[in-house]
């Protein structure tokens, strides 16, 4: 984000310093910050990312026509030729949604509980010192921690 502010900053300067023309100085500025922007776009793609924790979102089973207890955690499905995992979502106003996520950036865990949550990470530039000169990264990683017991292996399909 630095960047795009510093070739602004730079770019208006230096043409008002030169020029004396305010008018002149702040188009040339937008057009040096367009170029910081590109800059940063790039630098984002580039510089090595890690993943950091972001939250953690409680899902919530719901009951189906097989049993008494609510044992649905997690669906998947293609969507436009993306395929993804659909899940219950308990909100912190106390509703429930449904909500939708990637399932190329997601990975799944049987584990001893009795309750799912979804963990969510969030990419960052590795170097702190270099996190400020790019834009923000928008990509996620998704971490769903189920009961054991949730994902049936055994699936026959009668065709």
Not at 2 to 10: A, D, E, G, P, S
Not at 48 to 59: A, C, D, G, N, T
Request: hydrophobic share 45%; proline share 4%; with cysteine.
């Amino acid at each position: 984000m630095f960047t795009v502010i510093v070739f602004l900053v730079i770019g208006i300067l230096v043409v008002y310093w030169v020029e004396r023309s305010l008018a002149l100085a702040l188009f040339t500025g937008i057009l040096i910050g367009g170029i910081g922007a590109a800059w940063a776009a790039l630098f984002t793609n580039i510089f090595p990312k890690e993943f950091i924790f972001e939250k953690e979102i409680q899902l919530v089973a719901r009951q189906d026509k097989f049993g008494q207890d609510g044992i649905f955690f997690l669906g998947s499905g293609k969507i436009k030729q993306k395929f993804y995992y659909a899940f219950y979502q308990k909100n912190p106003d106390g509703s429930i949604s449904l909500n939708l996520v990637p399932a190329e950036k997601a990975k799944i865990f049987e584990e001893d509980r009795k309750d799912g949550i979804l963990e969510v990470y969030k990419a960052v530039i590795r170097s702190e010192k270099l996190r400020n000169w790019c834009f923000p990264p928008k990509e996620r990683k998704y971490v769903f921690r189920i009961p054991k017991g949730s994902i049936k292996r055994d699936l026959l399909l009668d065709l």
